[in-house]
């Protein structure tokens, strides 16, 4: 049989009628197939199959149509060709999109649902998350709600850990990074500055049983000069530096009782000069129904 291509009617042996441009005797470009049935399908035609159903204006989509790409189908507006307006998308791996189109990409407001079960309400723009969103787990909770920046956490948001744990603040690149407040699921509170997912600066530790530490922070931990107030025990607060959450060097402690003693911390652990006399409480020190007193203890000496 010949092969013929440009424009014309091709009649088929089971009633089917086509319209249209064809190449090697196959509908291939813009046509119109009249089925048997009495359907129609009218729309632009690759390789003897429809590739858009829908409107056209010029040979191109225009207006509603349904598209079958490679990796999934596009149905919705369209506008000169592109995708444009309201439309769905739905990839052949199971990811699908639901939402506002512009030029051809996701832009303003839409749904994305991942194949896993994770799912995106928010702004789009440039086709990524741009903007205000929330994203959900699988079981519908929420995840992290706040701003996007090129699909990623990024700006201000709040994040909600599996394990109970909630962190409000600023973001950067998917990562906490400025200033802002975990709460654990203990109750501890980290209120400050962080760097790269790490307390990292400035900041405020509270911890559950009433203990506070206020002070310097350097990869998620105590590190430089901050002040330590207990709750219990015969110190009431600590005041010096830490290295990596330890106490290290020359501290002043604020006690209990009126005590006088020069006290060297080397990794938390204390180093007292044994030369040093203890002063007796006077009656100005001692504890009154006002509560305990207290009294400075000066720390002065070397290590040893």
Same mark, same amino acid.
């Given at each position: ?69 490679? +990796? &999934? ?34 832009? &303003? ?17 440039? &086709? ?36 109970? +744990?909630?962190?409000? &603040? ?38 559950? +049983? ?95």
């Amino acid at each position: 049989m010949k092969k013929h291509s440009g424009k014309g009617t091709i009649a088929y042996d089971n009633g089917d009628v086509y319209e249209g441009k064809f190449d090697n005797n196959e509908p291939h470009g813009v046509g119109k197939m009249t089925h048997n049935d009495g359907r129609i399908c009218e729309g632009i035609w690759k390789n003897g199959k429809i590739e858009y159903e829908g409107e056209l204006v010029n040979g191109e989509p225009h207006g509603r149509g349904k598209k079958i790409y490679s +990796n &999934g189908t596009y149905e919705g507006g369209w506008k000169d060709g592109k995708m444009h307006g309201q439309g769905t998308y739905k990839w052949a791996d199971g990811y699908v999109y639901e939402g506002e189109w512009k030029d051809g990409l996701r832009q &303003g407001k839409g749904v994305f649902n991942n194949a896993n079960g994770n799912v995106y309400e928010g702004e789009y723009k440039d &086709g990524k998350r741009n903007g205000q969103g929330i994203s959900k787990r699988p079981d519908g909770s929420v995840m992290y709600e706040g701003e996007y920046k090129d699909n990623l956490f990024d700006g201000s948001g709040t994040y909600y850990y599996k394990n109970g +744990n909630v962190y409000t &603040g600023e973001w950067r690149a998917n990562k906490p990074h400025g200033k802002g407040v975990l709460t654990y699921a203990n109750q501890d509170i980290y209120d400050g500055e962080w760097k790269e997912n790490c307390k990292d600066g400035k900041g405020i530790m509270k911890y559950h +049983n009433g203990d506070v530490y206020t002070g310097e922070f350097s990869k998620g931990k105590m590190h430089g000069k901050g002040t330590f107030e207990y709750t219990d025990g015969d110190i009431l607060k600590s005041i010096g530096e830490w290295k990596e959450g330890k106490k290290c060097g020359l501290f002043e402690d604020v006690v209990r009782v009126s005590i006088s003693e020069h006290v060297y911390y080397e990794n938390d652990e204390v180093k007292s000069d044994p030369n040093v006399k203890r002063e007796a409480p006077s009656d100005e020190d001692t504890d009154t129904e006002e509560g305990p007193a207290s009294k400075r203890r000066n720390v002065s000496i070397s290590p040893p």
